[in-house]
Nanobody
């Protein structure tokens, strides 16, 4: 059973930056793909960015392209989300999750980390 722990959230002014981390624990961690998701107040959860754990190919939601960068450190079983030029609409709880195989659903959801961007 994989356990994922997010960290790095906080309060930042519009235009600022934050780095989120997602650390995976477990005896043997494997993943096909990892992703960052967010849920803003009153909205559905949405995918922000995902990364193939093996070859590093990435996906970004249109709303964050050019501002957010997803990366991973396989040796540390850790994924990152560098968020720049933050906007108030980026305010949400950010979660990370793992897709163990190409066809599996995302699992191992962490507890989330709050990101608040003030205008």
């Amino acid at each position: 059973q994989v356990q994922l722990v997010e960290s790095g959230g906080g309060l930042v002014q519009a235009g600022g930056s934050l780095r989120l981390s997602c650390a995976a624990s477990g005896r043997t961690f494997t993943a096909f793909r990892m992703g960052w998701f967010r849920r803003a107040p009153g909205k559905e959860r949405e995918a922000v960015a995902t990364i193939n754990w093996t070859d590093g190919t990435t996906y970004y939601a249109d709303s964050v392209k050019g501002r957010f960068t997803i990366s991973r450190d396989n040796a540390k079983n850790t994924m990152y989300l560098d968020m720049n030029t933050l906007k108030p609409e980026d305010t949400a709880i950010y979660y990370c999750a793992r897709k163990s195989t190409r066809t599996a659903s995302y699992d191992g959801w962490g507890q989330g980390t709050q990101v608040t961007v003030s205008s």
